[in-house]
């Protein structure tokens, strides 16, 4: 068989898992969400700036983005082999841009990301816009530009998409209630409609931001700093959409996922029983000396980016709390 072909019927049991999941999310004890921990401690999450994760639809490569100066960042990639997670390398693909933010299409063949290279080669860096990178025999294929509607002057950020490939992204156009906002563009007839911001109950005149979507568009987790009091400087929010259609007011997701620093970055693994997402938290108790500070430089949870994850059995419990039912 191909590779081509078996991408794509990995990516119909990705996404398959992905809706049941949505539909029908940690039903047992067994999948009782406990609090948060390091995803692939000294691996994957270091003393390095770590976030972004998006997991293959085999669930055999893990993608991240490696941040390494305040305006540079890398593509990294990690591959489980005999059950351990390999020493991380850089993607093909990256590596001499600020890139971040991979993210799987429907399709299984691309993997789209962010990115601040120049759209002609030879140009100079422009804002950030969305690009993908198609999977071939020998690796992965240039990247390209996704273009109108969806990139537009100024930065677009975080993709994120539904099994019928409408792509939810951040962005700050015209109409932005405030520093950032919550977009999507459809996808119809083979192309991205204009975008629509997502509204009142997503959006504040505050920042939202770095949205997962459902494959079904059922909820949507996001960071938001202006849904009024939280855990910390910035923390992860989920909306349900009701019978209607319309989004609900997002509600914060509590303890077991935010902590008094900043969370962003959610993702959900292939099978959908894990909810990743990123944390720059730490132990603010300790009375710092020299030796400490040399010793948590190199390990995580020193307040750079570290990447987390959590039984994806939150979500069943918050939408319970909404009233909206239960997500079986």
């Known amino acids: 068989m191909k590779k081509s072909q078996t991408l794509i019927l990995v990516s119909a049991a990705f996404f398959s898992a992905h809706l049941l999941a949505a539909q029908n999310n940690a039903n047992t004890k067994a999948d009782e969400p406990a609090r948060a921990r ?3 401690p000294h691996v994957i999450s270091t003393g390095m700036y770590e976030r972004d ?9 893990f993608f991240f983005t490696l941040r390494y100066t305040r305006k540079m960042g890398a593509i990294a990639y990690s591959q489980k082999k005999d059950g351990q997670w390999s020493e991380p390398r850089i993607a093909r693909f990256s590596g001499k841009h600020y890139d971040m933010e991979p993210v799987f299409h429907p399709d ?13 080669k030879g140009g100079q860096p422009k804002d950030f816009d969305i690009w993908y990178t198609t999977i071939e025999e020998d690796g992965w294929s240039e990247p390209v530009n996704l273009g109108a509607p969806v990139n ?47 509204g009142d109950s997503i959006n504040t005149p505050k920042g939202e931001y770095n949205g997962f979507v459902a494959p079904d568009a059922s909820y949507i987790i996001y960071t938001s700093e202006g849904m009024g009091r939280g855990y910390g400087s910035g923390d992860l929010y989920i ?26 970055c959610p993702s959900l693994s292939p099978d959908g029983k894990h909810l990743f997402f990123t944390s720059q938290r730490m ?6 000396h020299y030796p400490l500070l040399k010793k948590l430089h190199s390990r995580p949870g020193n307040g750079n980016g570290d990447i987390y994850r959590i039984k994806s059995g939150i979500i069943r419990e918050l939408k319970e709390k909404t009233g909206i039912g239960k997500t079986g």
């Open 38 to 40: 390091l995803f692939a």
């Open 53 to 61: 994760g998006a997991l293959s639809p085999d669930g055999r490569t």
């Open 108 to 120: 299984g063949e691309r993997l789209f990301f962010v990115s601040n290279r120049p759209v002609e």
């Open 152 to 198: 537009q002057p100024g930065n677009e950020y975080y993709p994120s998409f539904t099994s019928e490939g409408s792509l939810y992204y951040t962005a700050q156009l015209e109409e932005t209630k405030g520093g950032e906002d919550l977009y999507v563009s459809h996808f119809k007839n083979g192309h991205y409609l204009a975008p629509q911001n997502l």
């Open 239 to 264: 909306a349900f959409r009701g019978a209607d259609g319309r989004w609900r007011k997002a509600i914060n997701m509590g303890a077991k996922v935010n902590s008094p620093a900043f969370e962003f």
């Open 283 to 288: 132990d603010t108790s300790l009375q710092m």
